[in-house]
């Protein structure tokens, strides 16, 4: 018992002093030990090599489809309606020439008649003038006969009446012979100077008779409504029997020659396209080699003008894609949307309709949604850095000799996957590898640990730190 009491006491005593004794030797040494700092081991960082110059890029947008042209058919003539086929419904398609409506015609029939029959009457005024002028010429030359030998006698019995061979009264009967003669072939020349008045008053009668009788056939033919051109018919407005005034719309018809797919372009966008290599001026495509006053004009109004690029317009259906060939014809309303600060742009597909018809829908169709891609050619030579090698603060990170550079880029183009940035503006040469791993705070120069994987690998996640990253 009292040796364990006296282990008890002891023990804690011994412990007590043995610390103590430590404490002041520590104490009495003149310089403290050193101390050792642990380096910590470089960063590791995974890298791809930077893919190789952009030499084209798809801009793209979404899209409605829209009908190239849609013509109204209105009556040019008023009548009432006496034919309508009865496949003439909306939705229909009709090939152009097909008869759709017809006006009632008798009216305009008539006046054809009526018209030819005047026609007929002043081509017979026009020939009895004919043939009264031929017989006026045998007259005057009667006349002029008849005047010589009035004027024979008057001379005869103008001696004789200084002789006093002859009576007053004798003379005044002969010198009256003369002058009717006189006023008779004066009559003559009158009615045959008229000719050339009368015969173009007839000439002028018929040919605004002629006029009439067109007017009146092309009345006539405006009574038969046929179709334009192969379309689809959107809108019936009339039925048999209706009567209509001349501007009643009748029906409104749609070209499927081709159609137009309504799209909006940011400014962004139309910047790459005014400046792709593959860019065509809307005049240039369609106009052969011009005067050089024609072609600086057109150069001129080009200015105005959304550049041709060709286009492709495509639909997902059931899961599927289907394509056609189109090219960016024009702007819409030429200016910029207050609300979304678009510019509303017309790309236009000339051949609608699918080759393999059999599968997939056979024609683009008015409202569709589709898609809008154009391939552009930049001009300037551009670097396509993936999304996962752009760092959060937008910049670039590159690994050379196990040393951490860091990049400040200006972004010249956002695609889905990857940012474009302009070569010149960034000290990157192909082949060089750049980071997919983000750090906290990285430091130009630093050295790092290179873990160099292929492009195909999916991007690295973000990580939490470690330990020796945090007191870096």
């Given amino acids: 018992m009292i040796q364990r009491l006296l282990s008890q006491l002891v023990l804690p005593v011994i412990v007590i002093g043995l610390g103590v004794g430590g404490l002041?030797?520590?104490?009495?040494?003149?310089?403290?030990?050193?101390?050792?700092?642990s380096q910590p081991p470089p960063l590791l960082v995974e890298t791809i090599a930077l893919p190789t110059s952009v030499t084209a890029f798809p801009i793209q947008g979404s899209g409605n489809v829209v009908p190239h042209r849609e013509v109204t058919l209105s009556a040019e003539v008023a009548g009432a309606i006496i034919a309508k086929g009865e496949t003439i419904e909306s939705g229909r398609h009709v090939r152009a020439g097909t008869p759709l409506l017809q006006i009632d015609p008798q009216r305009f029939e008539l006046q054809v008649n009526e018209l030819d029959s005047e026609l007929k009457q002043v081509a017979a005024d026009i020939k009895q003038l004919q043939t009264e002028e031929s017989g006026l010429d045998g007259l005057i030359k009667l006349a002029q006969q008849e005047l010589k030998i009035a004027e024979i006698a008057s001379k005869r019995l103008t001696g004789l009446a200084t002789k006093n061979a002859i009576t007053d009264s004798e003379r005044e009967a002969v010198e009256r012979t003369e002058l009717q003669a006189r006023n008779a072939l004066r009559l003559l020349e009158n009615r045959k100077d008229a000719i050339p008045i009368r015969r173009e008053r007839l000439e002028a009668q018929r040919k605004l008779t002629e006029f009439q009788r067109d007017q009146a056939q092309l009345n006539l033919t405006r009574t038969g409504i046929t179709a334009p051109f192969d379309g689809i018919i959107t809108v019936v407005a009339v039925e048999k029997g209706n009567y209509v005034q001349t501007g009643d719309m009748l029906l409104k018809l749609?070209?499927?020659?081709?159609v137009d797919v309504e799209c909006s372009l940011r400014m962004e966008d139309l910047y790459w396209l005014w400046t792709s290599e593959s860019a065509t001026p809307q005049r240039s495509r369609t106009q052969s080699v011009q005067p050089a006053s024609v072609s600086?004009?057109?150069?001129?109004?080009?200015?105005?003008?959304v550049p041709a690029i060709n286009a492709d317009v495509s639909c997902e259906i059931a899961g599927e894609k289907f394509h056609w060939n189109g090219v960016l014809s024009r702007?819409?309303?030429?200016?910029v949307d207050r609300k979304t600060r678009t510019i509303a742009c017309r790309v236009t597909v000339t051949n609608p309709l699918r080759k393999?018809?059999?599968?997939?829908p056979p024609t683009l169709m008015r409202g569709m949604f589709v898609t809008v891609t154009l391939r552009v050619t930049p001009k300037d030579r551009l670097w396509r850095i993936p999304n996962r090698a752009v760092q959060p603060n937008g910049q670039v990170w590159s690994v050379k000799d196990e040393r951490l550079r860091v990049h400040r880029v200006q972004k010249a183009k956002m695609l889905p996957d990857a940012v474009l940035v302009r070569a010149q503006e960034i000290d990157l040469q192909q082949g060089d590898r750049i980071s997919v791993t983000q750090l906290v705070t990285p430091v130009d120069g630093s050295q790092v640990r290179e873990l160099k994987i292929d492009d195909a690998v999916a991007p690295a996640q973000t990580r939490e730190p470690d330990s020796d990253e945090v007191r870096r």
């Fill in 356 to 360: 393999d018809s059999t599968k997939g």
């Fill in 254 to 258: 749609e070209d499927t020659s081709s």
């Fill in 331 to 335: 702007y819409e309303n030429g200016g």
């Fill in 296 to 305: 600086n004009a057109n150069q001129a109004s080009n200015q105005y003008e």
């Fill in 24 to 37: 002041l030797w520590l104490s009495a040494k003149e310089t403290p030990p050193d101390r050792v700092a």
